[in-house]
Structures are given as structure tokens and as C-alpha cells.
T-cell receptor, first 114, second 114 residues
């Protein structure tokens, strides 16, 4: 157990729907990162939050949004889902604003859009 | 833009033997960090080893070591005394010193034969 908790582990939904993925960072970590892992694109950085504030944004679609709450857990909202959004979504956390020592990853949420 | 290339989609090794996984990267930065992550079938992303670009000494972690060639922009991973539990996807990753995101290679699938 890495200490980073992601729920749910699996999610199957239909095109056009909206889902919310949840992440609880490792105790003491203030930064949360979201990554998407797909067969064609590999691992892609989506967004980072640090202590409740958006810190960096990567290849995140406008249909996707995220936030980090005062208790430091984070949610990734995916809307108007398309078949191509099917992927493994990882959350990771680190202590500081930059992860010099690498991230600690959760076990991911497998999203299947049908 | 920084890119990370893993030229070996698949590798295999006999148990107890040594294997080297290749990684090259492209950057104009002088301050950066390099990582190897392991993703077993459980899909958890596990940090194997990290290297700071300013350090000339190659990092080692038990049976895992790297060959960091800064001028050649090469960062290979050597696994000694391979074990069945080493079977996994291995991802090379790069982070610029002033960036929050990791840039990943496409991965190398390692099979360990008994």
C-alpha cells in the first residue's frame, strides 16, 4: 500500500456521462498530481494541485476539471465522456510543490467508456 | 519539448541473470531529474530509482543501478540477479528542475524466465 488511495478502482460508464474520480494523498503530502495512462498516448500529465491551489496544468481537456479540498483530497471530474477517454487514471502525491524525489502513485482508476 | 525514448518495447531475461533497459531523453535544460518506475500487473506505479543530473555518480538501489551518461543524454537501468518479481513494465521518466510534471517514455515490458 503506497498510502495514496484512489476510488473507485474500476468504473464503467456510457458515452456522454460524467464521472468523478477521487484521490486521497499520502499523509503529509500537500501536492496531488493527476495522470492519464492510455495505450496510444502513454502516461500523460493532466494537472497538479498544491495545498488547494492549481499549480500546473498539462494536457487536460476542457471537459475535464479537478479540485483539491481543504482536507487535501482531490477529485477529477470527467464530463461528456467519449470512447477515447477510456484509460487508467492515476493520482500521485508529494510533500512539496516539486517532486524532486519522485511521486508516490496510487493504484489507479480504470475507466471504461462504452 | 522534452521527450523520453525507450527503444526496447520488450525485453526478456533469465532468472538470476542481468538485464539492461535503455532510455534516452532530449532536453536543453541543465537542471533535471531522471527516474525509473516499475508497473507490475497490479498496475501500481513504483519508484525504482532516481538520479539528479548534477550528480556524476550513478545511483544504485540494491540490485538496481543506472548508467547515467549526461553528454549522451542516456539513462539506462541495470537489473542484477533478476527475480521473477521483477517482471513488469518499466518506465523511464524525466522532470525538468523547474517543472512539476514528469515526462514518461512508452515503457519496456520485462519478462523474467525461470
Amino acid at each position: 500500500d503506497s498510502g495514496v488511495t484512489q476510488t473507485p478502482k474500476h468504473l464503467i460508464t456510457a458515452t456522454g456521462q460524467r464521472v468523478t474520480l477521487r484521490c486521497s494523498p499520502r499523509s503529509g503530502d500537500l501536492s496531488v498530481y493527476w495522470y492519464q495512462q492510455s495505450l496510444d498516448q502513454g502516461l500523460q500529465f493532466l494537472i497538479q494541485y498544491y495545498n488547494g491551489e492549481e499549480r500546473a496544468k498539462g494536457n487536460i481537456l476542457e471537459r475535464f476539471s479537478a479540485q483539491q479540498f481543504p482536507d487535501l483530497h482531490s477529485e477529477l471530474n470527467l464530463s461528456s465522456l467519449e470512447l477515447g477517454d477510456s484509460a487508467l487514471y492515476f493520482c500521485a502525491s508529494s510533500v512539496g510543490q516539486v517532486a524532486n524525489y519522485g511521486y508516490t502513485f496510487g493504484s489507479g482508476t480504470r475507466l471504461t467508456v462504452v | 519539448a522534452q521527450t523520453v525514448t525507450q527503444s526496447q518495447p520488450e525485453m526478456s531475461v533469465q532468472e538470476a541473470e542481468t538485464v539492461t533497459l535503455s532510455c534516452t531523453y532530449d532536453t536543453s535544460e541543465s537542471d533535471y531529474y531522471l527516474f525509473w518506475y516499475k508497473q507490475p500487473p497490479s498496475r501500481q506505479m513504483i519508484l525504482v530509482i532516481r538520479q539528479e543530473a548534477y550528480k556524476q555518480q550513478n545511483a544504485t538501489e540494491n540490485r538496481f543501478s543506472v548508467n547515467f551518461q549526461k553528454a549522451a543524454k542516456s539513462f539506462s537501468l541495470k537489473i542484477s540477479d533478476s527475480q521473477l518479481g521483477d517482471a513488469a513494465m518499466y518506465f523511464c521518466a524525466y522532470r525538468a528542475g523547474r517543472s512539476e510534471k514528469l515526462v514518461f517514455g512508452k515503457g519496456t515490458k520485462l519478462t523474467v524466465n525461470p
